[in-house]
């Protein structure tokens, strides 16, 4: 019995050796896995890029700019001159909150009979985590230096403090594009994102790599057809099932579960038309490096998985150490996120995404010149 167990288990051994593709993702997953939930998932969400409007520029408007930095919550990334130009930062993707400081408000601080000075504090709310990080990190601040600044107006009266002493600071929090805090406004967008590099990834690499393991590639290769045309004859049904699906998505979103789309319905669809490109070349590549359906399924699973937790989707990219954030570059997915994001919840246009489809636009030109070039090598 241990003789035909152990000859059974060389056999396992030696396929495990010999597929070296496998046995390399089955060895380094553990690590990956380890290196991206270390660097890449943080549930406390610090360093908001914010920008401000101070309309008053005095000592107070200082003090409370510095005490929104000094805490870690907020990095102060640009100073603008109107609100206008603070909602634009955000749009842009720029800021994910901004500050609105009034003019005199030094002399509503400082002085008990002039009221209490009043503090306008937005937030992107296209990102789950950032909007409630930020929402509840203000809050506290503005508590805080507020009761500060009430105890050091006290002591230079020289009184003590009583029951008729207000704080003299009010910081109103508005969440822009999700004000309610709804996780479905959030989660739409980013699946149908996800939905679209997915399975246009594991369409066509399964589709081609099928094709391999059942020895059809070679009837293929004694035909007129070129590689462009093989390509584009497996890409495009791949692309109408991807299509189908997001429509479907979109639908229920917007009419069952009342997700509001506000921006261009024909702008998305263009854009993510391109981003399907994008991933169908991706699935190319998948299919030159994988000899069957295990490998492409690993593979893929890895692009999911690397997909989820760096483009942005769930945890904030800028939270991100610079080489993680490089590494998600890699993915198309990365970049059209903030596309679906800024387009459904939203409702800007391509002069506020051109970056983002300019790089998607790039990535799409290079997958697919590489993927053509290492196609025909991988069928012969």
Request: glycine share 8%; charged share 15%; proline share 4%.
């Amino acid at each position: 019995m241990l003789r035909r167990t152990w000859a059974v288990m060389q056999k396992e051994l030696i396929q495990i050796v010999r597929d070296r593709w496998t046995l390399f993702i089955m060895v380094s997953m553990p690590m990956i896995q380890l290196f991206l939930f270390g660097y890449a998932i943080n549930m406390s969400v610090d360093h908001i890029p914010m920008v401000v409007v101070d309309q008053s520029l005095d000592a107070a408007s200082r003090a409370y700019v510095d005490a929104l930095v000094t805490s870690g919550f907020f990095d102060v990334v640009g100073y603008l001159s109107s609100e206008a130009d603070l909602v634009q930062a955000i749009d842009q993707g720029r800021a994910q909150a901004g500050i609105v400081i009034p003019p005199g408000f030094a002399a509503d601080v400082s002085s008990p009979g002039s009221g209490r000075a009043q503090v306008l504090l937005l937030v992107d709310g296209s990102d789950l985590f950032t909007s409630q990080s930020a929402y509840n990190a203000a809050t506290l601040i503005a508590g805080v230096h507020a009761t500060d600044v009430l105890m050091t107006r006290i002591e230079h009266s020289g009184r003590t403090a009583g029951r008729q002493d207000l704080l003299p600071l009010d910081t109103r929090v508005r969440i822009l594009y999700n004000p309610n805090l709804d996780d479905l406004w959030f989660l739409i967008p980013g699946m149908a994102a996800m939905l679209l590099q997915l399975q246009s990834v594991s369409l066509t690499a399964m589709s081609i790599v099928r094709e391999r393991e059942r020895g059809n590639i070679e009837q293929i290769l004694v035909t007129p057809i070129r590689s462009a045309e093989l390509m584009l004859g497996k890409m495009m049904p791949a692309a109408l099932i991807v299509f189908i699906n997001l429509l479907t998505i979109l639908a229920v979103g917007v009419f069952w579960f009342e997700v509001p789309f506000q921006g261009n319905f024909w702008l998305f669809l263009w854009l993510a038309f391109l981003f399907v490109f994008s991933g169908l070349g991706l699935g190319l590549l998948v299919s030159t490096i994988s000899q069957n359906q295990k490998q492409a399924h690993q593979v893929i699973g890895v692009i999911a998985l690397v997909g989820i937790l760096l483009a942005g989707f769930i945890f904030p990219r800028y939270t991100m150490p610079p080489l993680i954030r490089a590494a998600g570059n890699l993915f198309p997915v990365t970049y059209f996120v903030p596309i679906a994001q800024g387009i459904i919840t939203k409702g800007i246009g391509i002069e506020f995404l051109w970056e983002q489809v300019a790089a998607l636009l790039i990535y799409v030109v290079v997958v697919l010149v590489f993927a053509v070039r290492l196609f025909k090598p991988a069928l012969d």
